[in-house]
C-alpha cells in the first residue's frame, strides 16, 4: 500500500493537580478552545473537548505519527502557561501529573461528543474520581488507587 491511513480515536481524561476547581465560568470556555488548538498543532485534531470546574475530556484523532503521550505533554503543558496567564486567579493552575486515554470506535463517537457536553450536568451527582473510576472499569483498565490521585 503506498499510503498510511488512520482513524484512532482516543477519549483523553486528566485533572487539575489535587482536583483543585481552577476551571470556572471566566476561563472554562476560552480553555476548551485553547485545548482544542493544542490538540490541532499537535496534528490531532479534537472532535470535543468539555469538563467541569476540575477536570477536562477530549475526545481527538490521533495522528498516526503522533504517540498519544506527546499529545498530552504538549496539551497539558501549553494549556497550563496559557492559564497562569489569565490573571492572578490562574497563578498557581496546574495539571495532575497522569491522565486516562482510552480508545472509541467510530460508531461511539456521538455518544460520547453528548457525553463530554453534558458533564457540568453529569457532575451534579458524582465526583470525579467516581467518574473516572467508572471508566477504568468500562475500558478495563487495571489499576492501584494508590497511584491514581495526585
Not at 15 to 39: F, M, Q
Amino acid at each position: 500500500m503506498a499510503q498510511s491511513l488512520a482513524n484512532i480515536l482516543v477519549h483523553l481524561v486528566f485533572s487539575t493537580k489535587d482536583r483543585r476547581p481552577l476551571i470556572d465560568e471566566g476561563i472554562s470556555d476560552e480553555l476548551h478552545r485553547y485545548l482544542s488548538t493544542a490538540c490541532k498543532t499537535c496534528g490531532c485534531p479534537a472532535l470535543r473537548v468539555g469538563g467541569t470546574a476540575d477536570h477536562v475530556h477530549i475526545l481527538f484523532s490521533l495522528s498516526r505519527t503522533t504517540t498519544v503521550a506527546d499529545v498530552v505533554q504538549t496539551v497539558k503543558a501549553d494549556s497550563s502557561k496559557w492559564a497562569k496567564t489569565k490573571g492572578r486567579k490562574y497563578e498557581q493552575f496546574a495539571w495532575q501529573a497522569g491522565y486516562g486515554a482510552f480508545s472509541i470506535s467510530q460508531s461511539q463517537v456521538n455518544r460520547l461528543t453528548r457525553y463530554i457536553a453534558e458533564q457540568v450536568k453529569h457532575h451534579t451527582t458524582g465526583t470525579f474520581q467516581d467518574e473516572f473510576r467508572a471508566l477504568l472499569r468500562k475500558y478495563e483498565v487495571e489499576y492501584d488507587e494508590r497511584y491514581v490521585w495526585d
